[in-house]
């Protein structure tokens, strides 16, 4: 119990750091609303991937502030699938806050992303993937 209101402590202090999911934040929505979401193929991992499969949320603020693509696809995976895949569920819930898709990334012979977050812990991320249609009978 301590360690996930540890985990959830964390969290806050992450997203309140970036500034990007305050709806009353008006430089917030200023960002959010330059990010380009279209998705699109690239043949390797972008500095955001990067820096979101290290869990560095003050460059993945920098680059909210930039603009970035956020659903850019490497044959590694996004920025969201890397991140929760390595462990990182407050940058994985900023990405999908901001508008990262959450199926690519994961595939289909592989665990899902309702997977990933469940087999981690992630409750609240499992809960925000249940809502958005995650397939509950992935195999």
């Known amino acids: 119990m301590l360690y996930r209101i540890m985990i ?10 970036c500034g990007v999911i ?13 990010l380009d979401t279209k998705p699109i193929q690239v043949s390797g991992k ?4 990067i820096a979101a499969e290290q869990g ?4 993945l603020k920098n680059f909210f ?4 693509r956020i659903n850019s696809i490497a044959p590694e995976g996004t920025a969201f699938s890397l ?11 900023i990405l999908l806050s901001a508008g990262s898709q959450w199926q690519p990334g994961f595939s289909e ?3 899902s992303a ?14 925000t993937l249940i809502v958005r249609g995650a397939r509950l009978d992935h195999v």
């Open 83 to 93: 991140a929760l895949k390595n462990s990182h569920a407050a940058i994985s819930r």
């Open 114 to 127: 309702l997977i990933v977050a469940a087999d981690q812990g992630f409750d609240g991320l499992v809960r």
């Open 56 to 59: 560095d949320s003050r460059a």
């Open 46 to 49: 972008t500095a955001m991937m």
């Open 109 to 111: 012979g592989d665990s």
């Open 65 to 68: 502030a930039q603009g970035e």
């Open 8 to 17: 959830l402590f964390i969290a806050g202090m992450l997203i309140a750091s």
């Open 22 to 34: 305050s709806g009353n934040n008006q430089e917030s929505e200023t960002i959010l609303e330059r």
